[in-house]
């Protein structure tokens, strides 16, 4: 059974267009690959990714030496809020413990020095003490609290700032030249008595 002309033909345009295709494959494969020299952050996208995760702005910027110095924040900020949160209840129920007149409920014993009693004559420095260290904790704690937002605040800006200046183009031709000169003062029309010596200082763009 023979073959006509133009199956012949057909097959052999195939085959002259499957190496272009292939050529054409391994272009876009080497196009989609990144080049991180050149690579330089969306400020955007690492506004989002920092919004979303802390510290994700500073991986996306490829600042990893960052990251320590963020999560330690957050971690310090999260036990700080915790132990102050901690005393605070403890003050409170040794406040409320000392209010009433109930001789079952002495729990602020435990804060008192080892010997030390509560009777008629220091109750009253003692309710003082109490009241003053419960609301020295809940400050604490509180403050603690918007340290922690003040910390992601700034991993936030960070991470946008840094992304924004990663594409700050600095020109060559920026410059600070220093060099005397010679400024007239106006006290006199002679050169010579009505000029001073001064520095001056050109920037240039």
């Known amino acids: 059974m023979?073959?006509?002309?133009?199956?012949?033909?057909?097959?052999?345009?195939?085959?002259?267009?499957?190496?272009?295709?292939?050529?054409?494959t391994v272009a876009t494969q080497k196009k989609q690959k990144?080049?991180?020299?050149?690579?330089s952050p969306d400020p955007q996208r690492?506004?989002?990714m920092a919004l979303v995760?802390?510290?994700?702005?500073?991986i996306y910027n490829r600042k990893y030496w960052k990251l320590p110095i963020i999560y330690g924040g957050f971690m310090g900020c999260l036990y700080a809020m915790s132990?102050?949160?901690?005393?605070?209840?403890?003050?409170?129920?040794?406040?409320?413990?000392?209010?009433d007149s109930d001789p079952n409920t002495q729990s602020y014993n435990r804060f008192l020095h080892f010997g030390a009693t509560i009777d008629?004559?220091?109750?009253?420095?003692?309710?003082?003490?109490?009241?003053?260290?419960?609301?020295?904790?809940?400050?604490?704690?509180?403050?603690?609290?918007f340290c922690l937002i003040g910390v992601y605040a700034l991993s936030v800006i960070?991470?946008?700032?840094?992304?924004?200046?990663?594409?700050?183009?600095?020109?060559?031709?920026?410059?600070?030249?220093?060099?005397p000169a010679i400024i007239n003062n106006g006290s006199s029309n002679n050169i010579l008595n009505g000029s001073s010596i001064g520095v001056n200082l050109g920037l240039k763009f």
Do not use: H
């Open 2 to 24: 023979g073959i006509s002309d133009k199956a012949v033909e057909k097959q052999l345009d195939k085959i002259k267009k499957m190496p272009l295709l292939l050529n054409d």
């Open 34 to 39: 990144r080049d991180w020299a050149t690579w």
């Open 46 to 48: 690492a506004l989002w």
């Open 53 to 58: 995760i802390p510290g994700g702005g500073q």
């Open 83 to 99: 132990w102050n949160n901690t005393m605070y209840k403890d003050y409170s129920q040794a406040y409320l413990d000392i209010m």
């Open 120 to 145: 008629s004559s220091n109750e009253e420095r003692y309710k003082k003490i109490f009241k003053s260290r419960k609301d020295k904790y809940r400050r604490w704690r509180d403050m603690s609290f």
């Open 158 to 179: 960070d991470a946008y700032v840094d992304a924004e200046l990663s594409q700050f183009d600095i020109s060559n031709d920026l410059s600070l030249k220093v060099e």
